[in-house]
Protein backbone atom coordinates (compact mmCIF):
# COMPACT_ATOMS: atom_id res chain seq x y z
CA UNK A 1 0.00 0.00 0.00
CA UNK A 2 1.54 3.20 -0.97
CA UNK A 3 2.25 5.67 1.74
CA UNK A 4 0.47 9.36 1.11
CA UNK A 5 1.72 12.43 0.22
CA UNK A 6 2.44 14.34 3.03
CA UNK A 7 -0.02 17.65 2.85
CA UNK A 8 1.80 20.97 1.80
CA UNK A 9 1.09 23.82 3.95
CA UNK A 10 1.52 27.14 2.68
CA UNK A 11 1.41 30.37 5.03
CA UNK A 12 0.55 33.73 4.65
CA UNK A 13 3.25 36.55 6.06
CA UNK A 14 0.32 37.15 8.67
CA UNK A 15 0.11 33.66 9.49
CA UNK A 16 3.92 33.03 9.87
CA UNK A 17 4.49 35.75 11.79
CA UNK A 18 1.86 35.05 14.06
CA UNK A 19 3.33 31.51 14.62
CA UNK A 20 6.81 32.86 14.97
CA UNK A 21 5.55 35.03 17.61
CA UNK A 22 3.93 31.91 19.54
CA UNK A 23 7.19 30.05 19.42
CA UNK A 24 8.92 32.72 21.37
CA UNK A 25 6.17 33.37 23.73
CA UNK A 26 6.90 32.59 27.46
CA UNK A 27 3.33 32.39 28.59
CA UNK A 28 2.03 29.88 25.60
CA UNK A 29 2.02 25.73 26.68
CA UNK A 30 5.22 24.05 25.09
CA UNK A 31 2.71 21.62 23.09
CA UNK A 32 1.28 24.95 21.43
CA UNK A 33 4.41 26.00 20.94
CA UNK A 34 6.32 22.94 19.46
CA UNK A 35 2.80 22.31 17.22
CA UNK A 36 3.47 26.48 15.70
CA UNK A 37 7.27 24.79 15.04
CA UNK A 38 5.67 21.93 13.05
CA UNK A 39 3.48 23.72 11.11
CA UNK A 40 6.01 26.56 10.61
CA UNK A 41 8.70 23.85 9.49
CA UNK A 42 5.82 21.85 7.19
CA UNK A 43 5.63 25.27 5.31
CA UNK A 44 9.36 25.87 4.97
CA UNK A 45 9.28 22.58 2.87
CA UNK A 46 10.79 19.85 5.26
CA UNK A 47 9.33 16.55 5.06
CA UNK A 48 7.25 14.77 7.91
CA UNK A 49 10.99 12.24 8.83
CA UNK A 50 12.79 15.29 8.82
CA UNK A 51 10.34 16.75 11.09
CA UNK A 52 10.59 13.71 13.45
CA UNK A 53 13.93 14.08 13.30
CA UNK A 54 14.16 17.81 14.10
CA UNK A 55 11.38 17.60 17.28
CA UNK A 56 12.11 14.47 18.05
CA UNK A 57 7.91 13.37 17.75
CA UNK A 58 6.32 10.60 16.00
CA UNK A 59 5.70 10.91 12.69
CA UNK A 60 1.30 10.48 13.46
CA UNK A 61 2.26 13.77 15.65
CA UNK A 62 3.43 15.31 12.59
CA UNK A 63 0.88 14.48 10.42
CA UNK A 64 -1.73 15.24 12.73
CA UNK A 65 -0.29 19.11 13.10
CA UNK A 66 0.24 19.22 9.10
CA UNK A 67 -3.32 18.36 8.13
CA UNK A 68 -5.15 20.12 10.98
CA UNK A 69 -3.43 23.40 9.86
CA UNK A 70 -4.21 22.61 6.32
CA UNK A 71 -8.02 21.63 7.05
CA UNK A 72 -8.46 25.06 9.34
CA UNK A 73 -6.93 27.43 6.89
CA UNK A 74 -10.19 28.70 5.32
CA UNK A 75 -11.55 29.72 8.68
CA UNK A 76 -11.00 33.44 9.38
CA UNK A 77 -8.58 34.46 12.27
CA UNK A 78 -11.74 36.73 13.85
CA UNK A 79 -13.41 33.01 13.76
CA UNK A 80 -10.29 30.95 14.78
CA UNK A 81 -7.22 32.57 16.00
CA UNK A 82 -3.86 31.00 15.66
CA UNK A 83 -3.51 29.33 19.20
CA UNK A 84 -6.62 28.03 19.05
CA UNK A 85 -5.61 26.46 16.17
CA UNK A 86 -3.03 24.10 17.79
CA UNK A 87 -5.12 23.74 20.58
CA UNK A 88 -6.12 19.70 21.14
CA UNK A 89 -9.63 18.71 19.53
CA UNK A 90 -12.35 18.27 22.14
CA UNK A 91 -12.17 14.19 23.32
CA UNK A 92 -15.14 12.28 22.76
CA UNK A 93 -17.24 11.25 25.96
CA UNK A 94 -20.74 11.76 27.62
CA UNK A 95 -21.78 15.43 27.60
CA UNK A 96 -20.62 17.05 31.41
CA UNK A 97 -23.61 16.85 34.34
CA UNK A 98 -22.35 19.70 36.19
CA UNK A 99 -22.09 23.23 34.42
CA UNK A 100 -20.17 25.86 35.35
CA UNK A 101 -22.19 27.65 37.74
CA UNK A 102 -22.73 24.68 39.30
CA UNK A 103 -19.06 23.88 39.75
CA UNK A 104 -18.59 27.41 41.34
CA UNK A 105 -21.63 26.95 43.45
CA UNK A 106 -19.79 23.70 44.84
CA UNK A 107 -16.31 25.92 45.48
CA UNK A 108 -18.02 28.59 47.17
CA UNK A 109 -19.51 26.11 49.48
CA UNK A 110 -16.36 24.46 50.05
CA UNK A 111 -14.89 27.75 51.50
CA UNK A 112 -17.55 28.47 53.92
CA UNK A 113 -17.55 27.23 57.34
CA UNK A 114 -19.36 24.06 58.15
CA UNK A 115 -20.88 26.20 61.27
CA UNK A 116 -22.69 28.32 59.05
CA UNK A 117 -24.50 24.76 57.20
CA UNK A 118 -25.40 23.68 60.99
CA UNK A 119 -22.45 20.45 60.49
CA UNK A 120 -21.04 19.93 63.50
CA UNK A 121 -17.54 19.57 62.19
CA UNK A 122 -14.41 21.62 62.00
CA UNK A 123 -13.76 21.00 58.53
CA UNK A 124 -15.50 19.62 55.17
CA UNK A 125 -15.09 15.98 54.51
CA UNK A 126 -15.90 14.65 51.00
CA UNK A 127 -19.17 12.86 52.19
CA UNK A 128 -20.33 16.28 53.92
CA UNK A 129 -19.73 18.33 51.16
CA UNK A 130 -22.02 16.00 48.77
CA UNK A 131 -24.46 15.66 51.11
CA UNK A 132 -24.45 19.64 51.48
CA UNK A 133 -24.38 20.23 47.91
CA UNK A 134 -27.40 17.52 47.20
CA UNK A 135 -29.16 19.29 50.67
CA UNK A 136 -29.09 22.65 49.08
CA UNK A 137 -30.05 21.38 45.56
CA UNK A 138 -27.17 22.62 43.44
CA UNK A 139 -27.16 19.00 42.24
CA UNK A 140 -29.71 16.51 42.08
CA UNK A 141 -27.45 13.63 43.41
CA UNK A 142 -22.86 13.46 43.35
CA UNK A 143 -21.12 11.18 44.99
CA UNK A 144 -18.46 12.27 47.77
CA UNK A 145 -15.67 11.22 45.43
CA UNK A 146 -17.01 13.26 42.90
CA UNK A 147 -17.17 15.94 44.78
CA UNK A 148 -13.57 15.71 46.15
CA UNK A 149 -12.11 15.80 42.71
CA UNK A 150 -14.36 18.69 41.69
CA UNK A 151 -12.41 20.80 44.71
CA UNK A 152 -9.01 19.01 43.87
CA UNK A 153 -8.97 20.58 40.70
CA UNK A 154 -9.36 23.73 42.05
Known amino acids: MPIPKAQVVTLSDKER ?5 LTRQH ?5 IALRARIVLAAAQG ?3 KEIVEK ?3 TADTVRLWRNRWVKLQDISFGDLSLEARLQD ?6 PAKI ?8 EALACEKPENSERPIAQWSAREIADEVIKREIVPEIS ?5 RLLKRC
Open 46 to 48: LKN
Open 17 to 21: QGLEK
Open 27 to 31: QIGQQ
Open 99 to 106: TADQRCQI
Open 89 to 94: APRPGA
Open 55 to 57: YQV
Open 144 to 148: PRHAA
